[in-house]
């Protein structure tokens, strides 16, 4: 289940799922920083936030990844509910397979690049 957003390379903004978060996510974390954006389609600020998270990612070039996970996916919710996640959109950053930082709503690109630059990635 990993198809390309925005033209991008896959492997720098991806969607993932509970089989593929391990590795796409935690373990590719110990390499790059990863954003994991926790959204559904029928949330408003989910939708308006995707595409700050993929300007922002993409302006990176490579220092970011950002996985996307749809919570009303399969079984992506057992995920949400791992992490204590309250409401949509929530992002997660991993770095070093850890959690860093976190964030929910809608945000716009200055903020998340601030949240990123907090937590080391510029």
């Known amino acids: 289940m990993s198809h390309v957003h925005s033209g991008q390379p896959a492997e720098t903004i991806f969607d993932t799922d509970l089989d593929g978060f391990e590795a796409a996510v935690i373990k ?3 390499s790059v920083p990863v954003i994991a954006d926790f959204w559904a389609e029928w949330c408003p600020p989910c939708v308006a936030l995707t595409p700050v998270l993929e300007r922002v990612t993409s302006a990176l070039d490579g ?14 919710m057992k995920l949400a509910g791992r992490y204590a996640l309250k409401g949509f959109p929530t992002v997660l950053l991993f770095s070093g ?3 860093k930082g976190r964030f929910s709503g ?3 690109g200055h903020w998340v690049k601030a949240f ?3 937590h080391g990635v510029t």
């Open 97 to 99: 397979g850890e959690i």
């Open 28 to 30: 590719a974390s110990l």
């Open 106 to 108: 809608a945000r716009a």
């Open 116 to 118: 990123l630059a907090e």
């Open 63 to 76: 220092r970011l990844k950002l996985a996307k996970i749809e919570v009303d996916d399969g079984d992506n």
